[in-house]
C-alpha cells in the first residue's frame, strides 16, 4: 500500500479519536472533571492528528524518507473502527464507561506507536512515533488520575 497513505490513515485516526473525546466531553458535562480531562485530550488527539500531517509533509519532500516508512495501516484502520463503534455508542454512555472506553485506546494506541517506531530504519520517523507515543501514556496516566479522583469502577473493555 501507498506510504504516504498509511500517514493518511493514521491522522484520520488521530482526528476520529479527538471527535470521539469532544463527544465524550459534550455527553459527560453534567461530570465536569470527566468533561473536562475529555475536552483537553480532544484538543490533544487534533493536535497529534495535525503532527502527524506535518510528517506527512516532510516525508513528500525527502523521497528517501519513504523508503524506510514502515506502518501497520490495517491495525489503524481495526483502531479506527472501534472508535467509531464507541461514538456510535457515546449517547447511552456512563462516564465509567467513556473512561474505560479511553483508556483501552490510549493503551492499544501507545503500543501500536512504540511498536512501529521500533520497525523504522530512518531515526526521525521512529523519534516521532515515540513521540505519539509518550502522548498516549500520558493520556493514560490521567485517565488513571481521574479514575482515582473521581472514584470511578471502570470497566476496561477488550
Known sequence: MNKLYALDVLQRFETHLGDLYQLFAERLQNDPEVAAL???MAL??????????YQRRMVEQEPKLLESLDLDEREIYLATAQVKEARNAAPTLKAEDAVGRALSFETAAADYHFRMAKRQIQADLGEFLVHLGRADEEHQARLERLICAV????????
Open 151 to 158: 472514584g470511578l469502577q471502570v470497566p476496561i473493555p477488550l
Open 38 to 40: 475529555f475536552g483537553r
Open 44 to 53: 490533544d488527539e487534533y493536535g497529534h492528528a495535525e503532527l502527524v500531517g
